[in-house]
């Protein structure tokens, strides 16, 4: 009973971690460590090496199973992939019609969570101090950058994956925003929209390499300097609220793959000014409380755990 329970907390934190890499500018990776599987999963993504491959070899799935930590990737992916087919036309809408809210929220769940995981840290010096700014002005500058076109050929596809997927297990940057980037996020929403197999199996490869790089190197920099690599973590966090910030003044628009009018350079400004910029009504109260229930989801989430680990 008691790994069943487990196996379905799993489940849940994987489809708040699909729910998040769907939306550009946040990232699967930041729930991961909100929920506190963060290094669990870098460990067992890690485990996937020469010794899972001749356990496979050998066809022992059962010592492999256990391994490379099967039950939880298996719960954890599963999450993931139900909560990106069945909300991706729902976050897409909401990203259309309910923009404000729906960033707020993010705003929210975002600053309270690189606060919190500076708990983590248990010897403070100048170094890990300075990570955070650092880290909050590298994501404050790759959150900035423009997206520009790419090939359409599957070389790139596979190499948009490789470094997507990056992101969505690094906290703060957001794999969604990198493949806008790269100029196909859209290719791969529309991919996961009609079951196009072909494409998605072409980006999974890319993600499958560079999830088993990009793991091992967080894994080691946690290993061997964890308050610097959690200060520079929160720092990410903090800095990519730039791309998220829910009151925009749309600068200029490009054209997308299905012909329509998205927009392409933002700007950000104060909500009091929202109206008199863009005519729209800035929808500052609803803005506040959904950025509110961030925040307390957040705590709801840490509260939960923690009572579910003491039982």
């Known amino acids: 009973m008691k790994h069943l329970k487990n196996h379905i907390l799993t489940f849940l934190k994987g489809m708040g971690m699909g729910a998040a890499d769907i939306v550009p500018g946040v990232s699967g990776g930041t729930i991961a460590l909100i929920t506190g599987i963060y290094e669990t999963l870098l460990d067992s993504i890690k485990s996937v090496d020469m010794v899972a491959l001749q356990l496979l070899s050998k ?4 010592a492999l199973w256990k391994h490379i930590n099967g039950s939880f990737l298996a719960a954890l992916l599963l999450g993931i992939f139900t909560s990106i087919f069945t909300l991706s036309k729902l976050i897409t809408f909401l990203m259309e019609e309910q923009p404000i809210p729906l960033w707020s929220f993010f705003c929210g769940l975002i600053t309270i969570s690189s606060i919190m995981i500076l708990r983590d840290i248990k010897r403070w010096n100048f170094m890990v101090f300075l990570a955070i700014p650092l880290g909050a002005a590298l994501a404050y500058w790759i959150t900035g950058l423009n997206p520009v076109s790419s090939p359409e050929a599957m070389y790139f596809t596979f190499i948009a994956g490789a470094i997507a997927i990056c992101a969505m297990i690094l906290p703060g940057i957001s794999g969604s925003f990198l493949l806008l980037i790269l100029g196909k996020y859209e290719v791969i929403l529309e991919a996961v929209n009609q079951k196009d197999i072909i494409t998605l199996a072409i980006f999974a490869a890319g993600c499958i390499v560079g999830l088993l790089s990009f793991s ?4 080691w920099l946690l290993n061997n300097y964890h308050s610097l690599t959690i200060a520079a973590l929160s720092g990410f966090m ?8 829910p009151w925009k003044d749309i600068l200029s628009y490009r054209i997308s793959s299905s012909g329509e009018q998205k927009p392409f350079i933002t700007e950000n400004i104060w909500p009091h000014h929202y ?21 307390i989801l957040v705590i709801g989430l840490e509260r939960t755990a923690y009572y579910l680990k003491g039982k």
């Not at 066809?59 to 059962?62: A, D, E, F, V």
């Not at 091992?216 to 894994?219: A, D, H, K, N, P």
């Not at 863009?278 to 409380?289: A, C, D, H, S, V």
Request: proline share 3%.
């Open 238 to 245: 903090l800095g990519s609220i730039n791309k998220i910030w």
């Open 275 to 295: 109206l008199s910029v863009t005519g729209n009504e800035p929808k500052f109260f609803i803005g506040l409380l959904a950025f509110l229930f961030g925040i």
């Open 216 to 219: 091992r190197l967080i894994s």
């Open 59 to 62: 066809l022992q799935i059962k």
